[in-house]
T-cell receptor, first 115, second 114 residues
């Protein structure tokens, strides 16, 4: 089966600019996650969707970050305006969800550099 | 709240020697435990998981991990290290009920010395 697709792979922007990342999960996976991985740290969950509804966004900096998952399939994560500390790899993952759980599949990530 | 501790930022092992990467966890309910590996400029790759059953779990590339409920640990092991095992390793946990989200540790950089 196809994996989790993310684009772009790399992005360099100046601080205060805006940026958007795209994720296409595995077909049929109801649950979608966005993680932020700062260099040298473990991934941190930003937001979790179940179909097109938000399950957990407690660690999403809502003053500058937003995410949506229209029609319960693809998702976009936006940062506006970006700060230097947003430099990180943004990972998207998906899982089947539901009562029987099969695990997660991660995309390759988008590496964001804010200068 | 669930959490994972990886007490060693860096582990160095000579090629051919056994390796251990440590992980302890805290979670409500029963844990689902995972190990992921990350090579430079690559995404997270799944190594192995413990859901239920045998405490010794075998995974990809000859790695295994032992679940110890009394010590709340899930250490990653390999009998004979290869230079190609050099990478960043992450332990992760989720609860067996409620939210499915994974919580990751801070990672351990494993370096295998030829």
């Amino acid at each position: 089966e196809a994996g989790v697709a993310q684009s772009p792979r790399y992005k360099i922007i100046e601080k205060r600019q805006s940026v958007a990342f795209w994720c296409n999960p595995i077909s049929g996976h109801a649950t979608l996650y966005w993680y932020q991985q700062i260099l040298g740290q473990g991934p941190k969950l930003l937001i979790q969707f179940q179909n097109n509804g938000v399950v957990d966004d407690s660690q999403l900096p809502k003053d500058r970050f937003s995410a949506e998952r229209l029609k319960g399939v693809d998702s976009t994560l936006k940062i506006q305006p970006a700060k230097l500390e947003d430099s990180a790899v943004y990972l998207c993952a998906s899982s089947l969800g539901g009562a029987v759980w099969y695990g997660y599949t991660f995309g390759s990530g988008t590496r964001l550099t804010v200068v | 709240a669930q959490s994972v501790a990886q007490p060693e930022d860096q582990v160095n092992v000579a090629e051919g020697n056994p390796l251990t990467v440590k992980c302890t966890y805290s979670v409500s309910g029963n844990p689902y435990l995972f190990w992921y590996v990350q090579y430079p400029n690559r995404g997270l790759q799944f190594l192995l998981k413990y859901i239920t059953g045998d405490n010794l779990v075998k995974g990809s590339y000859g790695f295994e991990a032992e679940f110890n409920k009394s010590q709340t640990s899930f250490h990653l092991k390999k009998p004979s290290a290869l230079v190609s095992d050099s990478a960043l390793y992450f332990c992760a946990v989720r609860s067996n009920f409620g939210n499915e989200k994974l919580t990751f540790g801070t990672g351990t950089r494993l370096t295998i010395i030829p």
